[in-house]
């Protein structure tokens, strides 16, 4: 066998996190890495285009994260904001940091002047080295839409500025149906030796990246799926309210189920969840904690190793 082609399907924080793990990995084992990023998050905030997951995982992945907030550029500071809340400039309630909109103003510049998103992202790549291919899902417009009682709003003010607290019934993918998968994503993925989902988010992460017609039949290699729960709560952030707005339980074995044994060959759940079962995948308990990129490469070798 030649290089291994490894192929992960990544939100933000938790996909950055883990993909430190895969590049870890595959810097061990001399494999190749591919993230195919969410942007249903994707907003146009006074004039920029924002992209929160590309930018959380080509931050992590290039050292320039700000590792408390998990987001953003370390070392950042807020002088914009503060001009922009001057003049009342709405969304006051986004944090667009100095550093990080140098980032916005390079991307908009970009696709403004034609450049698709893949595109870009590569492009800017080129400062921040991942070590790894960084493909947005698609270059088309997809965004994520809340459901709520009376209206539909953006995902990021629902959760940003509600904090996910708006009872939701749905999410919505707008501009889904004809969106397609951006440069590169087939290719990846008609290539792969596996495919990995991190554990991110799956009803606004990982959901609307397989929403895009043609990825979710392009998954040819098998799928190991690791499970941002563990006992019964996410690890971090408001993913139980996007799973029971869905209708699903917050549990290891709720969102195996969801993902299913159509998408899914094996799932990771930490030992705490050792009980889960889903019909038609191997559930393997491992431990979960992305405590390190050490402790994450180890994952993410059980997760290859359990697929043939
Ligand atoms: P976002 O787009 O920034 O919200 O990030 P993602 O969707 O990629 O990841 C969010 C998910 O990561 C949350 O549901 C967390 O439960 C999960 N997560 C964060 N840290 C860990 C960890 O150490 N282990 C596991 N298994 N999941 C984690
Ligand atoms: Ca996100």
Partial sequence: ??????????????????????????????????????????????????????????????????????????????????????????????????????????????????????????????????????????????????????????????????????????????????????AGVLEALAEADVILLAPSNPVVSIAPILAVPGIREALTAPVAGVSPIIGGAPVRGMADKCLSAVGVECSAQGVGRMYGGELLKSWLVDPVDRATEVEGVGVIPTPLYMTSPEATAEMVRVAVESLP
């Avoid at 942007?39 to 080509?58: F, K, N, Q, T, Y």
């Avoid at 034609?114 to 080129?126: H, K, M, N």
């Avoid at 921040?128 to 088309?140: H, S």
Wanted: charged share 20%; proline share 4%.
């Fill in 1 to 182: 066998m030649g290089l291994m082609r490894i192929v992960v399907l990544a939100g933000g924080i938790g996909g950055a996190r883990f993909l430190l793990g895969v590049r870890a990995y595959a810097e061990r084992h001399g494999a190749d890495v591919t993230a195919i990023v969410n942007v249903g998050d994707d907003v146009w905030m006074h004039g920029l285009r924002i992209c929160p997951d590309l930018d959380s995982v080509m931050y992590t992945l290039g050292a320039g994260i700000d590792p408390d907030r998990g987001w953003g550029r370390a070392d950042e500071s807020w002088k914009v904001k503060e001009e922009l809340a001057s003049y009342q400039a709405e969304p006051t309630w986004f944090g667009l940091g100095d550093r990080d909109i140098a980032t916005h103003l390079v991307r908009t510049n970009l696709l403004n002047a034609g450049y698709p998103l893949s595109a870009v992202t590569a492009a800017l790549c080129e400062r921040w080295q991942p070590g790894i291919t960084l493909l947005p899902a698609t270059d088309d417009r997809l965004e994520t839409h809340v459901v709520l009682a009376e209206e539909a709003i953006h995902f990021q003010e629902w959760w940003v500025r509600h904090r996910a607290e708006l009872p939701a019934s749905n999410f919505v993918f707008v501009g889904a149906e004809s969106a397609k998968p951006a």
